[in-house]
C-alpha cells in the first residue's frame, strides 16, 4: 500500500548498514519532503554481552562509520543513540518533530516485540509507523502450500520460489532517484566503541572488510569464481565460498543484488554455481520464514516427539569442543577457527554441531548458544535452524538414523589434511595417511613425528562406532515415548 505524503520523516537503520538499494529508506524520501537517519546500539541487547572483545559490535561499529561518511556525501548526516531502542526511536521521533518513521522489517520474536512497542508509543504521539521487506526476496505470506499453509521442507519451498520469482523482486530500489529530499544538517560524530564499552582491534588480522565497501569487494571477488561455486562450497581449505555471510547479516549488501546475480528472469544466470548459490539464498529466507511462523523454535524443537529429548549432557565433553580438544580433526579445527575468527565454514557447521549432539550427547541448544555467542555472522534463524537441521530436531532436518562420521567427513572435504594443519598445528607433521584419525598412528612414527597422542594432542573423546549405537538407542527411545 502506498504511504500518503509525509512532512518530515525519520528512517531508523538496524540490520541494513546501507545507502543504496534499501526498502525503507527509498520509501521514506520518495514520500517525504525531509528525512532523517538514526541508528541505536540497543542496550538491550548489548549490555547482556559476555565479552567486551565483541566482533559483531566491531563490525558494526565500522559499518556505521562508512555509512554516516556516506550520508555526509549526501549533505545529511546519521544520529546514533547508545540506548534502549524501544524508548530512543519515540523520544527521537518526537525531538525531531517527524510525522513517520521507516524502518524494514525483523523477523526474530524479540524485535516483533520491540517493534511493536515503538509502534504504540508512535501511534500514542500520531506518529505513522512504515515497515517493509528488505533482508529476504519472500516473507511472511508470500509463499505458501496450495493449503495456504507454511512449508516446513525446503524443497517444496525452493521449487514455490522459483516458480514465483520474477525480476520485480529482485530489482534494486532507486534511492539515488529521491536523494534531495534528504535532510541537510550535521551530527554528532559516532561514539568511540570504548564509550559503549567494548573493545577494538578485534577484527584486525581476520581479513574481514566490514561496511559497503567490504561487501562489495567481496562480491565482485566471488563473481570472479562462482562458476566453480558447487564443485568447491564443501572444502574449507579452497576458497569456494562466497563469505558474504556477515555481510548479509547486517545488510551492507542487498539480497536483491545478490540474488539478481544468480537469476537472469527465468533461469539461474549461467550455470550450476549460479542454481547452487541462488538454492543457498533460498534455504536463508527458508529459515527466516520458519522462524516468522513457528517462533517456538526458539528454544524448543520444531518436531513435537523430540521435544522432550534427554541428552546427558557432560560438561568437561561439552568444554572439550569448545576448546577444539575432542580428538578429531577436522572437528578441532573448526571450532578452532571458530575461536579465532569468529567464522566457521558452513560444511564444518554441520560436522561440529553433528559431533556435539550424535557423537558427545549434549543438547543442541548448548551449542546453539555457542555460536551465538561466537559467530560475527549469528543469524537467529539461520543458526537455530542449522543446529535443529544437524539435531534431527528440525523441519526438514537431517534423520537421526544419519549421522556424520567425523573421520570420513575429514577424508572427503579436507582430504590432504590443509585445513587441519592451518588450525590444528600440532598435526602439521603428520603425513595424510594420519591426519584425520591420528590415534591410529604407530608408537613409532608418533615419535618420529615429533607428536605422542594422548599428550600433546588428546586420544579421542569417543569412539564413534559406539557413540552412534547410543545416539539411535536415545531417538528411538524418545519416538516410543512420544508415539
Given amino acids: 500500500m502506498q504511504p500518503k505524503s509525509f512532512r518530515r520523516s525519520l528512517v531508523w537503520f538496524r540490520r541494513d548498514l546501507r545507502d543504496f538499494d534499501h526498502a525503507a529508506l527509498f520509501h521514506a524520501l520518495k514520500y517525504s519532503n525531509e528525512v532523517f537517519c538514526a541508528f541505536v546500539f540497543d542496550r538491550e541487547i548489548l549490555d547482556p554481552l559476555p565479552h567486551p572483545a565483541d566482533r559483531r559490535v566491531e563490525f558494526i561499529h565500522a559499518s556505521l562509520n562508512e555509512l554516516q561518511a556516506a550520508l555526509r556525501q549526501r549533505g545529511s548526516d546519521l544520529i546514533v543513540r547508545h540506548a534502549v531502542a524501544r524508548n530512543a526511536i519515540p523520544l527521537l521521533a518526537k525531538e525531531l518533530g517527524v510525522d513517520a518513521v521507516f524502518s524494514n522489517r525483523d523477523y526474530e520474536p524479540a524485535a516483533i516485540q520491540r517493534d511493536r512497542a515503538v509502534e504504540q508509543a508512535l501511534a500514542d504521539n ?87 565497501s567490504g561487501g562489495k569487494a567481496l562480491f565482485d571477488d566471488f563473481l ?9 562450497r564443501d572444502f574449507p581449505a579452497v576458497k569456494g565460498v562466497s563469505y558474504l555471510s556477515v555481510h548479509l547479516r547486517f545488510g551492507t549488501v542487498s539480497i536483491r543484488q545478490l540474488a539478481r546475480a544468480a537469476w537472469d528472469g527465468s533461469e539461474p544466470a549461467a550455470g550450476p554455481g549460479h542454481a547452487c548459490w541462488l538454492s543457498e539464498l533460498i534455504w536463508r529466507d527458508f529459515y527466516q520464514q520458519i522462524l516468522w511462523h513457528f517462533p517456538h523454535v526458539v528454544g524448543h524443537a520444531f518436531k513435537q516427539e523430540y521435544r522432550r529429548l534427554e541428552f546427558p549432557n557432560d ?51 548448548w551449542g546453539e ?83 605422542e597422542i594422548g599428550r600433546d594432542y588428546p586420544q579421542p573423546l569417543v569412539d564413534h562406532a559406539a557413540a552412534r549405537t547410543v545416539t539411535l538407542a536415545l531417538f528411538d527411545q524418545q519416538r516410543t515415548t512420544a508415539g
Fill in 315 to 365: 560438561v568437561h565433553k561439552f568444554a572439550a569442543w569448545c576448546a577444539g580438544r575432542t580428538g578429531y580433526p577436522l572437528v578441532d579445527a573448526a571450532m578452532r577457527q571458530l575461536n579465532h575468527s569468529g567464522y566457521m565454514h558452513n560444511r564444518l557447521r554441520m560436522v561440529a554441531a553433528s559431533f556435539l549432539v550424535k557423537d558427545l550427547h549434549i543438547d543442541w541448544r
Fill in 369 to 451: 548458544r555457542y555460536f551465538a555467542e561466537r559467530l560475527i555472522d549469528f543469524d537467529l534463524a539461520a543458526n537455530n535452524g542449522g543446529w535443529q537441521w544437524a539435531a534431527s530436531t528440525g523441519c526438514d532436518a537431517q534423520p537421526y538414523f544419519r549421522i556424520f562420521n567425523p573421520v570420513t567427513q575429514s577424508q572427503k572435504f579436507d582430504p590432504h589434511g590443509r585445513f587441519i594443519r592451518r588450525y590444528v598445528a600440532e598435526l602439521a607433521p603428520l603425513p595424510d595417511q594420519y591426519i584425520h584419525a591420528p590415534w591410529l598412528m604407530p608408537a613409532l612414527l608418533q615419535q618420529q613425528c615429533g607428536i
Fill in 126 to 212: 500520531g506518529v505513522s509507523w512504515l515497515q517493509y521487506k528488505d533482508q529476504v526476496i519472500f516473507e511472511q505470506d508470500e509463499i505458501l502450500t496450495q493449503a495456504g499453509k507454511p512449508f516446513s521442507v525446503f524443497t517444496p519451498y525452493k521449487n514455490a520460489c522459483l516458480k514465483q520469482l520474477t525480476a520485480f523482486h529482485v530489482k534494486p530500489y532507486p534511492v539515488d532517484r529521491y536523494g534531495g529530499a534528504l535532510a541537510q544538517f550535521r551530527a554528532p560524530p559516532l561514539p568511540a566503541l570504548t564509550e559503549l564499552g567494548f573493545a577494538g582491534g578485534t577484527l584486525a588480522g581476520l581479513k574481514i572488510m566490514p561496511g559497503m
Fill in 224 to 232: 570472479s569464481r562462482i562458476d566453480q561455486y558447487r564443485q568447491a
